[in-house]
């Protein structure tokens, strides 16, 4: 943290804003310029609001410059995690692909689905039993009974499975029958849920808030790992900007910047990150295109009859030929894609 000083500012104050360090325990580092005085703060800094030094008699600027996250950082762990779901690795050489419905619907729709997914090279199906709906009057998932269903259909195909989180409540439950667990945009800072899930051996897929920043999210999987469990993957699903023409703005700069910031894997879902069918495809290779280290997708044998997000979810025969792109893209870039 950096504390530049009015050109006016006396020695009195220079000398307050030093003692305020000290009672901090940061020592300080004082250079005194043509015009100014800066002082840099050293030492931890993770615990300081900025404001209380703004706020002092003679102050111009405070500026961070070191994250105000430090375990999800690359500084903290300089190679890559890679996180590791039977036989899938997140984060590796390979591409993870995770497809399905948007929700659960029934055991003849989640069979079918997986089958088709697993048949073009998905590893790990999605599916929601626990839906956060923007209307309450909208269906809101099949609960435990669908999370069964999904993973006979899953065990069947040989796929893991990642389904959504709404409540620390249903941990116990969820634990029974999910290899990941998804954390929707809706609670990217539902920080009682994190740190629930902080206290788990679990992978956890964590998904950029709707109107969150990067640094925001960096600060929720920083919660994840503090409270122990590492095992975190991040996903940029679009953010709500001034756009209409699309559900959402599906942010693939997000993927390098994170790459550079964190040692987390990130993917990306294109399916909320633009809300309509056609755009998914072009969003997905793009994001392969940027080195996203997987993609979650939404697909559905009905689209027309999905009791959710019907009009983002692929047709299986787009999803297959969605698939043979990826690998050319994956390839091209040094990456694999297992199909
Ligand atoms: C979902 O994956 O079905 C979902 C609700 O996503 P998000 O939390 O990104 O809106
Ligand atoms: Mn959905």
């Known amino acids: 943290m950096v504390i530049s000083m009015r050109p006016d500012a006396t020695e009195a104050q220079i000398e307050a804003v030093i003692r305020k360090l000290q009672e901090l325990n940061l020592d300080s580092h004082r250079s005194t310029g043509v015009n100014r005085t800066v002082i840099g703060a050293i030492g931890d800094i993770s615990q300081i609001d900025t404001r209380d030094f703004e706020i002092l008699e003679g102050v111009d600027e405070v500026v961070r410059i070191s994250a105000p996250y430090k375990l999800a950082s690359r500084q903290f762990k300089s190679n890559n995690t890679v996180i590791k779901i039977g036989e899938v690795e997140i984060g590796g050489r390979e591409v993870v692909v995770i497809a399905g419905p948007c ?16 048949a073009s090279g998905a590893r790990i199906l999605r599916g929601g039993a626990f839906k956060p709906r923007t209307s309450p009057y909208s269906f809101q998932g099949l609960g435990e009974n669908g999370l069964k269903i999904m993973r006979e259909a899953a065990d069947k195909y040989n796929l893991a499975i990642c389904s959504e989180i709404m409540d620390a409540s249903q941990i116990g439950l969820m634990l029974n029958y999910v290899d990941i667990l998804q954390v929707g945009a809706r609670n990217m800072q ?7 899930l902080s206290k788990l051996n679990k992978p956890v897929l964590l998904k950029r808030g709707l109107s969150a920043t990067i640094e925001e999210l960096l600060m929720s999987a920083e919660y994840i790992l503090a409270g122990g469990n590492q095992e975190v993957i991040l996903c940029e699903r679009g953010i709500r900007t001034f756009e209409t023409y699309t559900r959402n ?12 910031l964190s040692h987390l894997p990130i993917i990306a879902d294109p399916s ?21 280290d997987g993609l979650i997708v939404e697909v559905h044998h009905d689209p027309n009859k999905a009791v959710s997000d019907g009009a983002q979810s692929l047709y299986p025969e ?5 698939m043979k792109e990826l690998e050319i893209i994956a390839r091209a870039i040094g990456r694999t894609l297992g199909i």
């Open 272 to 292: 909320h990150g633009t809300g309509i069918r056609d755009k998914v495809l072009p969003m997905a290779r793009a994001a392969i295109a940027a080195g996203a």
């Open 318 to 322: 787009q999803f297959d030929k969605l």
């Open 190 to 196: 539902n920080y009682t849920l994190l740190r629930s």
């Open 249 to 260: 703005t599906m942010d693939i700069c997000a993927i390098p910047v994170v790459q550079k």
């Open 103 to 118: 929700s659960i619907e029934d055991s003849e729709q989640i069979d079918k689905i997986a089958r088709l997914v697993a």
